[in-house]
């Protein structure tokens, strides 16, 4: 990941994510290396191991992977404002 992550311009935004089991390993040394990362059942369908899980749960573990690594997590605004996204009024 560090190979790669050096051949991105330097004012180049960057992703990681990781399928199954290396999900939340993934989500931490992307993190790390100063990437963006998103998790989802798309990805991994496991909480644990034989342990179904939700999108809000793999979210909430992500973040607590974050924060256990001294990461806190864009708020949805500030990734909004950094992606340059609109954002609609209901």
Do not use: C, H
Request: proline share 3%.
């Amino acid at each position: 990941m560090t190979y790669m992550r050096d051949r991105i311009a330097t004012d180049g935004s960057w992703s990681a994510f990781g399928i199954g089991r290396m999900q939340l390993p993934i989500v931490a040394q992307a993190a790390l290396l100063g990437g963006n990362v998103r998790v989802g059942l798309e990805d991994n369908l496991y909480l644990e191991k034989g342990v179904l899980g939700t999108n809000e749960q793999l979210v909430d573990k992500a973040v607590n992977v974050l924060n256990s690594v001294n990461l806190e997590p864009m708020s949805p605004q500030e990734a909004r404002e950094i992606l340059k996204l609109k954002t609609f009024k209901q």
